[in-house]
């Protein structure tokens, strides 16, 4: 049973929509293809692929409409039908709702050149919601999306079928790449964005004005975390600027910024510590992101995600912890 027969009530709607296996451009809605400020959409977004990252293989884009989801081939489809999604993918009148979008958007920017842009990242809003309603940050504890999926507050489904695919993936990496694709994949791959569109509503119901900037923010930025490049993103959309509703108000949030630290060759196990000891200490003296490049790369950096001034702290910390060595 996939988790779209599990669903009762309002969420209905989203386990019954037609799914469509794209190969050619055409077979996309051209509001779509063709964004405009006149026709703005919201869609659900994910990848899969063999160790999606810069070095890996994007292989499936899943697009998830109100009435109907699109799997992008990107192996029998190729480049053509991939880079026919660019313009909605980097466009700010389509909304793209994914969940933890760092290596799919360094996926789709290195292999691809394409920057994705104006993405709700439920990982983010999830995390923003449980801020807003008085909870603490806590380091590392990010949502999983089975997690979110299980929340009674969005959507209430369990996802067992996910771990099967986990364990696939395990014994085959190259299990996205072949072709013709599987009932078992086409099922895996739509439900990874079913019911995003779903809680992505239910997100933005809970979201105050100054979180919703947060979630704009934030997202442009986790895009941007793992697609370092030399021009410091100059040639990337602009960040959200602060809203008049929240200027007007006379509490003006402190910008977050993306900092990149470079460790000399050899030096990353010392700066993460023993079982991440290291870093950690960072992020619980700091109101900040860290993520590491690791194996999927780039392994010499890393990357702060914060409030300028919490950043700045973060980055001084671990600077500090360099020289020391």
Known sequence: ???????????????????????????????FLEPSAETQLVIGFDCEGVDLCRHGTL?????????AIYLVDAVQGGEAVVQ????????????????????????LYFQFGIKLHNVVDTQIAYS??????????VPDCHISFVGLLADPRYCGVSYDEKEEVRVLLRQDPKYWTYRPLSEQMIRAAADDVRFLLHIYHKMVQKLNDKSLWNLAVRGALYCRCFCINDNQFADWPPLPSIPENIVAD???PE????????VPPGKMGRVIGRRGASILSIKQSC??????????????????IGPEKQARKAQAILMGKLLDF
Do not use: W
Not at 291 to 303: E, L, M, S, T, Y
């Open 1 to 31: 049973m996939d988790i779209g027969e599990k669903i009762q009530g309002e969420e209905a709607q989203f386990s019954t929509v037609p799914i469509h296996v794209v190969t050619n451009p055409s077979e996309l809605p051209v509001e």
């Open 59 to 67: 292989c499936i884009m899943q697009l998830a409409f109100p009435d």
């Open 84 to 107: 026919a999604c660019k313009p909605a993918l980097e466009s700010n009148y389509i909304t793209k709702v994914i969940h933890d979008c760092k290596r799919d958007s360094e996926a």
């Open 128 to 137: 923003l919601i449980n801020e807003q309603e008085g909870h603490a940050r």
């Open 250 to 252: 006379g509490s003006i």
């Open 255 to 262: 910008e977050e910024v993306l900092s990149v630290v470079d």
């Open 287 to 304: 109101d900040a992101e860290i993520f590491i490049g690791g194996a999927k790369g780039p392994p010499d950096k890393v990357f702060i």
